[in-house]
């Protein structure tokens, strides 16, 4: 084994707009397992990330809520770490770009390049939204491709044609913040002169960035890199640039500096030299992973930043490719935009990291997670051939030997031949080839069950003086088990903590698994892992369409106004609960049968959680009678009853005076 590391990685930052969702998680898995299988191997990985606080989206949605943005984003990062914690990212600090330590680095990095010439200013034409009162990110703008004629596209490309643009080319543009017409005007922007930095970047693009990223960052050289717009005008929710009012640093550029700053964080809680990873001269490594659609921001822009202001550029960009589910991208309306949250309350975390390490290799190919392939290839691997070598075996080490394993191995060539395997397997988690890796892995597990399949130690057990046989049969079974978690354990950490308590055996480490594991006691088997339900996946699509719809429903503010006749177009009616029962397979719903005077309708309502149906029966509600009936997975339902609150047990059905009837309208 090489010489211990000191390794300091990063992945990229998510938008502090929403908790996270599965495709967040393929970036978050590759780069885990990295860290985790160098920690197994002995060297020092710290890795580090943050939510990415700033820009217009932060400062709009903060508004539309009624808070403020600072608060916003708190909010959203305590989401995000939760979400980590749930899928066993061993992230050593989590912070937000809108952190003292950011303002600091993010100010001394501007100062440095300034005073370095690689800021230039220039005056530019934007679209301005005179009713809001401020400049729109291209995004915000809206209107008819100018090449191919499309309408609707956003204000920098256009989804129909591919046509890349300014939002001043589109025809006929639009204000999506106000529906008005935006005009024209010149602001003064600041401009890092990326260009200067041409003949460096190659150089390092070269050395540092796989070759299958190279041929596009060719292209964008052939055509010259331009100058970098990094400010914006205020309004604006960001870090205003020093000694400049009213002048923000675009989101770009303050993001990744988001790396270096919680890096930063910890050094000052923990006492870590924040230098030595940051700067030229020190024995130390820097790795970013990112998605693919971003690779022009840390494959240029970045280093090119980091060199202008005396700071070490990276000594590697590890890029994957984007998620699909079933083959198309993900969809709130099929419910495959599933959430972490959403993941995690049907399934367990370590199912999800395994099947996309079984998919990720390393090149930036698109992932797709196909639910029906991933329920048999987790119940055929890690269920059906990886736990089932211990559920097999322990059993006959209690009965037979009391619980305590052999002191000499069965089979020793066959134990050195997984064992030998390790540094193939190594050489594969080292180079992102984590699909290989577990090839391997399984191929493994196939012969430790073709062992105790030819040995038959539930047939040996049976005949006379087989005990000491039938127990050397199966220690070699469970050391060859522990020799596959260890293989496994940076993908499955939390099925790898089971597993070591199983075995009654410390934290292992890679060093671990070429030493046998003998005449130690282990502990009585219980399930490691239970075999996926489809059901479970369904009851997972079915709450991820209700969470979609119910984010995606209009909140208004209490300012918002309707006329008469808008509300004279819903008809709400008084319902008599007649029966009430929970939906199988659906953890928030319960089914309603109503009485509309004289009329049944049914519907299927979001308050499993606030209200036990027995309770429900004979009681007055009110419902909308006239809303479009809605087909969900267990039946159409027919309205909607109308309740108060937050939601889970903070909800309050809205119920009629006494004296109502059901059918009576409500006026």
């Known amino acids: 084994m090489s010489a211990p590391r000191n390794i300091l990685v990063t992945s990229a930052l998510p938008y502090a707009n929403a908790p996270l969702h599965l495709g967040h998680l393929v970036e978050y898995t590759q780069t885990d397992v990295w860290v985790r299988f160098q920690r197994m191997r002995g060297h020092e990985c710290r890795y580090v990330c943050a939510s990415d606080a700033h820009g217009t989206p932060t400062m709009l949605r903060a508004e539309a809520m009624g808070v403020r943005p600072e608060d916003l984003v708190q909010e959203i990062a305590e989401h995000h770490r939760a979400d980590f914690e749930r899928f066993h990212i061993s992230v050593d600090n989590y912070l937000t770009t809108h ?15 300034n005073a370095a010439g690689h800021i230039v200013r220039r005056s530019i034409e934007q679209a301005y939204d005179e009713q809001r009162g401020m400049f729109l990110p291209d995004r915000y703008v809206r209107g008819q491709c100018p090449v191919c004629g499309t309408p609707d596209q956003y204000g920098d490309s256009c989804e129909s044609c591919g046509a890349t643009y300014t939002p001043l080319d589109l025809k006929d543009p639009i204000s999506v913040l106000s529906g008005s017409r935006p005009a024209v005007r010149s602001s003064e922007h600041f401009f890092f002169r990326l260009g200067t930095f041409e003949q460096e970047l190659k150089h390092w693009v070269a050395e540092h960035i796989d070759a299958s990223l190279v041929r596009k960052l060719d292209e964008w050289f052939d055509a010259g890199l331009k100058d970098w717009d990094i400010s914006r005008d205020a309004p604006y929710f960001g870090f205003e640039i020093p ?38 001269g020190h024995d130390t490594e820097l ?5 693919k659609d971003i690779v022009y921001f840390h494959t240029l822009f970045w280093p090119a930043v980091l060199s202008g202001a005396g700071y070490r550029k990276p000594s590697g960009v590890f890029v994957h490719g984007f998620l699909t589910v079933d083959g198309q991208k993900m969809s709130k309306s099929r419910g495959t935009f599933i959430m972490a949250t959403t993941f995690a309350r049907h399934l367990e975390p370590d199912c999800l990291r395994y099947y996309f390490a079984a998919k990720l290799g390393p090149t930036p190919d698109d992932l797709d997670l196909n639910l029906d392939d991933f329920v048999a290839r987790v119940n055929a691997d890690l269920v059906g051939k990886l736990v089932n070598i211990a559920s097999r075996c322990a059993g006959f080490v209690h009965r037979l030997g009391e619980g305590r394993l052999s002191a000499t191995l069965a089979d020793e060539k066959l134990y050195e031949t997984f064992v030998a395997e390790g540094d193939t397997i190594a050489s594969d988690y080292e180079t992102l080839n984590y699909s290989r890796a577990i090839r391997r892995i399984m191929g493994l597990a196939d012969k430790a ?30 050391n060859l088990f522990r020799i596959l978690i260890g293989y496994l354990k940076p993908v499955v950490p939390e099925l790898a903590r089971r597993s070591e308590r199983f075995l009654d055996i410390d934290e292992l480490r890679w060093s671990d698994l070429s030493t046998p594991l003998l005449g130690s006691q282990i502990a009585r088997f219980e399930a490691l892992l239970q075999r996926i339900d489809p059901k479970a996946v369904q009851a997972m ?7 979609a719809a119910a984010a995606s429903a209009p909140a ?8 008469i006749d808008a509300f004279a177009k819903i008809d709400l009616r008084i319902a008599k609960i ?78 009629p005076d006494a004296g109502a009837k059901p059918g009576m309208k409500v006026t």
């Not at 952190?99 to 390049?113: A, K, Q, V």
């Open 578 to 655: 007649v029966s009430a029962s929970h939906v199988d397979g659906a953890d928030k719903l319960l089914h309603l049968e109503l009485d509309v005077g004289g009329e049944t309708r049914q519907v299927f309502s979001g308050i499993r959680a606030a209200y036990d149906p027995t309770d429900l029966e004979g009681r007055l509600v009110v419902v909308v009678a006239n809303l479009k009936p809605r087909t969900m997975r267990f039946g159409v339902s027919e309205g909607m009853i109308l309740a108060a609150g937050e939601g889970k047990n903070d909800i309050f059905l809205l119920s």
């Open 449 to 478: 069950n073709q062992y105790i399949d030819e040995h038959k130690p539930w047939v040996l057990a049976k005949e006379p003086d087989s005990a000491d046989a039938v127990v050397d049969i199966c220690t070699l079974g469970l």
């Open 541 to 547: 699509i079915e709450d991820s369409r209700e969470d």
């Open 243 to 280: 000694d400049e009012p009213n002048k923000y640093f675009y989101v770009w550029f303050d993001a990744p500096i988001g790396y270096m700053a919680s890096f930063l964080n910890l050094c000052r809680r923990t006492g870590l030299n924040f230098d030595e990873y940051w700067c030229d």
């Open 287 to 291: 790795y970013h992973f990112i998605g």
């Open 556 to 563: 208004a503010k209490q300012s918002d106004e309707i006329d």
């Open 99 to 113: 952190s003292d330590e950011n303002r600091e680095i993010t100010s001394e990095i501007y100062r440095r390049l």
